[in-house]
């Protein structure tokens, strides 16, 4: 089945610069592909999804990048501040089984300090 | 935005015990989803249901039960609680597996502890 790594496993930044996590799957029919950010204590928040291969979707202070050939996901916050700090997974949904099913990566728990 | 509504928010249980772990969701999604997330695993997933009355295995699901009575609510039973089962559950739902609709909505967790 699907293999999820995602590196590193804890990343600690000053405010301002950037945090760099990165996911490499196996499935090659994998087709979406999804960024939840989770805060201390709360539970999971959509940040991205993405879907077409190679692309580059901005949101509000971060950039993700899908590279299909390379079978490689990433999330990059640029001006990384306090309230990014917490817990990143990506989670990639693999050739289609019937149901909804995501295999999340083992996360990345990003510190942004002052 | 969807709702989804975990019972309760923490537990402590004892070896052997029976848990179960209540979901409920407020936005008519077909599928409900049981997730234990463990330090250094990420989200695994249990069980999911597709439909009222009906359940599938997911990943880990050795050790869990689940039950879909309504559309609303989906239960995480846990017949004899054991060590290992201590972690936090997430419940989760989304539409249909429509293209558009591959987002879950997850609840706040519960955080089982088994002593």
């Known amino acids: 089945g699907e293999q999820v790594e995602q590196r590193p496993p804890h990343l600690s930044v000053r405010e301002g610069d950037s945090a760099f996590i990165t996911c490499t799957y196996t499935?090659?029919?994998?087709?979406?592909f999804f960024w939840y950010k989770q805060e201390p204590g709360a539970s999971l928040q959509l940040l991205m999804k993405?879907?077409?291969?190679?692309e580059i979707n901005e949101g509000q202070g971060f950039t993700v990048l899908l590279n299909k050939k390379d079978k490689r996901l990433s999330l990059n916050l640029t001006a990384a501040h306090p309230g990014d700090s917490a817990a990143y997974f990506c989670?990639?949904?693999?050739?289609?089984?019937?149901?909804?099913?995501?295999?999340f990566g083992k996360g990345t728990v990003l510190l942004v300090s002052p | 935005e969807a709702a989804v509504t975990q019972s309760p928010r923490s537990k402590v249980a004892v070896t052997g015990g029976k848990v179960t772990l209540s979901c409920h969701q407020t936005?008519?999604?077909?599928?409900m989803y049981w997730y234990r997330q463990d330090t250094g695993h990420g989200l695994r997933l249990i069980h999911y249901?597709?439909?009222?009355?009906?359940?599938e295995k997911g990943d880990i699901p050795d050790g869990y039960k689940a039950s879909r009575p309504s559309q609303e609510n989906f239960s995480l039973i846990l017949e004899l609680a054991s060590l290992s089962q201590t972690a936090v559950y997430f419940c989760?739902?989304?539409?249909?597996?429509?293209?558009?609709?591959?987002?879950?909505?997850f609840g706040h967790g519960t955080k089982l502890s088994v002593l």
């Open positions: 993405v879907f077409s291969s190679t």
């Open positions: 249901s597709y439909v009222a009355d009906s359940t």
């Open positions: 499935d090659p029919n994998s087709y979406y």
């Open positions: 989670a990639v949904r693999s050739s289609d089984s019937g149901y909804n099913k995501l295999t």
């Open positions: 936005n008519n999604h077909d599928y």
């Open positions: 989760a739902s989304s539409p249909d597996r429509g293209v558009s609709n591959e987002r879950l909505f």
